[in-house]
Structure formats: C-alpha cells, structure tokens
C-alpha cells in the first residue's frame, strides 16, 4: 500500500457485547461515503464484522486498521488475547469453543473465519497461542 | 415483497421503522445464528429471528438486511430498539412461529436466500 491512502484505526474491547460490532458499522458507513459499490462494502462489512465478533469473544482488546486506495480496502485485525492453538482446526465450518452465553446471542457456530476468507480476494491468519492473533484481509475494487 | 405486506401476512407489530413499510425484500432468511445469516443471506434480505438482542440488529446492518421480524413473541429490550432505530432497521415482531411465519412468507412469494442472485452494483442504500 502507498500514497494517497485512506487509514483509520478502530479500538476494539474483549468482552463487550455492548459495542460489539460498532467499529463495523462505522466501517460500512466510511467506504459508503467513499462511494464504494454496494456488494463490496457488503463482504468487507461481513468480514469486519466476524473479525470484531472474534476479538469481542476471545480476546483481551483489539484494532482494526482500515486502508483504502483505488485498487483495494485492507483491514489489519490484530489482538492481544489467548491466540489459536489449532489454525487449520479453527478455519474449519463448524469448530467453535464458544460459551453457552455467546452462543445464545446467535454465535458460536462456528462459522466466523469461514465466513471471513469467502469474502476475502486474500486472507491471512496468524497466532501466537498467549499472545494474540493477527488477520489481514482485503478485498480487490 | 414490500414490509407492509409481510406486516399484514404475520399480522406483525411494528415497533421501529413505521414510516419504511414500502421497503421492498428479495427474499427470506429464518435463522437464530447470526453466522448463518451473515453466510447465506444476499442484499436486501427479510431476518426472521427467534433471537432478541442487539447483536441480530448489528448483523442485519452488515449484510444489507432491510427488515427483522421477531417470531413466537419474542419482545426486543429497549436496547435493541434503540439500535434498531439508530441504523434504521425496521422491527416488528409477530406471535406466528419460525416454521409457520416462514411458510406464509413463501406460500405469498418471497423467496428463500438461495433461490436469488446477489444485488448487483450501486452504493448502498
Ligand atoms: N481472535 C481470536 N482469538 C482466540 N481464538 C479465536 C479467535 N478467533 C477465533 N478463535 C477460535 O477459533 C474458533 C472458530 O472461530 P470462528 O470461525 O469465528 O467461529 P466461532 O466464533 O463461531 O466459534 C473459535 O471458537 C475460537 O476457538
Ligand atoms: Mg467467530
């Protein structure tokens, strides 16, 4: 990513539900301003979402970095938390080691990171099992 | 289909968005896993959700849902009526069950979310 990029960081805070998918709406909102077609605000907007979802659920805190240039929008999701032991575990539909108290405010299927590489023209992820997990996901304009 | 048809096929209270009832829905998605419904619904979807809390309000805003109808007579908190209001979301709730509330909405039309294509183009709405 070079010049004449638009960035903004996002704060986000493990364990509250309250807030949980603020800085996705905000985001949603941004690239609608920007004049990004519908349908591609749509997918980084699921993507944002499940990214914050998974640091509101697992994790201690969190950012989301936004970048936008003419050719993509990037979010860099990174968050100081327990980390994932078992990547390929993790990516797969339908693992989940959600609460009873999460799953009954409709997640925990399971279906998060699944969720966020279809949206995504690349998705990486990245863990370090105490310290945090990183995600870079960007979509093509 | 537009909401003021679904109100009256479910007879459905409206509690926000009064005065978007000629929105019009692509399509039908019944569902208690927000997961699901940020996988399989496209643009301009109607949410019918046994679920009643802020997070089913948050998903229908992700994903361009244009309308959520709470089944079996579940009651929203005040918070979720905020928010829904706040993104203007339209919210209604009905005392019709998932399975009943689901089939009425098909028998009268409206499809299910893999049953249409995607949106295409424009700026959201
Ligand atoms: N940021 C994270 N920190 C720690 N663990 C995570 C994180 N994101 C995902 N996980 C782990 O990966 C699993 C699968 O995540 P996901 O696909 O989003 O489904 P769900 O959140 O519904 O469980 C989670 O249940 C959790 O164990
Ligand atoms: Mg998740």
Known sequence: MNGGTFRREFEVTGG???????????IKEILRQIGIAAPKIRRIAIAA?????????YARSGMVILQVTPEIVRLD?????????NIELAMQEGYSTASEEMRALGFGAGMGLPNIKKN?????????????????????? | MTLNEVKHILQCEVIAGE????????????????????AFTKADALLLTGLANRQVIRT???ADIRA??????????????????EQGIPLMVTNVLLYEACGRLYRAGLPGCSEVPAAEGGTAG
């Open chain 1, 16 to 26: 509250d539900f309250y807030n949980a998918g603020r800085v996705s709406t905000e």
């Open chain 1, 49 to 57: 979402y499940e990214a914050e979802m998974n640091i509101v659920m």
């Open chain 1, 77 to 85: 999701v990174s968050d100081v938390g327990p980390g994932i032991e």
């Open chain 1, 120 to 141: 995504a023209d690349r998705f990486e992820i990245r863990s370090e099992v105490g310290k945090g997990t990183t995600l870079e996901i960007e979509v093509n304009l």
């Open chain 2, 19 to 38: 005065d978007r009832l000629n929105t019009e829905v692509r399509m039908g998605c019944g569902s208690d896993l927000m997961s699901d419904v940020l």
């Open chain 2, 60 to 62: 229908a805003e992700v």
């Open chain 2, 68 to 85: 959520v109808v709470l089944v079996r007579g579940k009651r929203p908190d005040a918070e979720m009526v905020a928010l829904a209001r």
